[in-house]
């Protein structure tokens, strides 16, 4: 809470009379979210960041029906969305979005994740929640940074998707319906959000 000390053309003074601080959650996501068409993408970040996402990395990946560009006015955009997302849901957690990046040139960065993992329609797959027991088997704690890829409509690329798993990211199933990439990364988020705030015995 602040108190106005000041007020010029170009200029507002400011004096604090209160800070509040919110404890972190002991958990981040970060969605890696193949660009979608038209509005989705915006409704992408607009519930992530209701899901209190820590990060998102648009991913430009090969059947990504949008074009990189403008990518500072987009950004701009995304950002827009995003505060207008957490002033509605009450969240105090406002989630990092990053500039639109090539999956390959993401797993270049070699980024280390506690728990990474990749909706995937691959049959070799698992629930998120048998990831999530997992590890809370082999470490006694649950993962504190978590990763979630999420492809276009058609999904990453057979050259993507061997590049995202052979970078040890584990394929998760999303159920038996193929979901629109919109709701499957809601679906994830939320499914994680649910596993890691669960009590657990």
């Not at 919110?22 to 993408?41: D, E, F, H, N």
């Not at 990092?96 to 990046?101: D, F, G, L, S, T």
């Not at 998707?161 to 970078?167: E, G, H, P, Q, R």
């Amino acid at each position: 809470m602040c108190d106005v000390v000041s007020v010029e053309k170009n200029d507002v003074r400011l004096t604090m009379r209160q800070q509040n601080k919110a404890a972190p959650l002991p958990y981040r996501i970060t969605l890696l979210q193949a660009m979608t068409k038209g509005k989705s993408m915006d409704f992408i970040i607009q519930k992530a960041t209701e899901l209190c996402v820590h990060r998102i990395v648009p991913l430009a990946a090969d059947r990504s029906v949008v074009q990189v560009e403008n990518v500072e006015s987009r950004l701009e955009k995304w950002n827009s969305i995003s505060i207008d997302s957490i002033k509605q849901c009450g969240s105090r957690w406002l989630p990092v979005i990053e500039k639109p990046v090539a999956p390959r040139d993401f797993l270049a960065r070699n980024e280390r994740f506690d728990l990474p993992m990749a909706a995937s329609l691959q049959s070799h797959t698992q629930h998120p929640r048998e990831y999530v027991d997992g590890f809370l088997s082999d470490h006694d704690q649950l993962p504190k940074t978590l990763a979630v890829w999420v492809g276009p409509e058609g999904d990453f690329t057979p050259a993507e998707i061997n590049d995202i798993l052979t970078a040890g990211v584990h394929p998760i199933t999303l159920g038996q319906v193929i979901l629109r990439s919109e709701t499957a990364a809601l679906y994830t988020v939320s499914a994680l959000n649910y596993e890691l705030q669960s009590p657990r015995s």
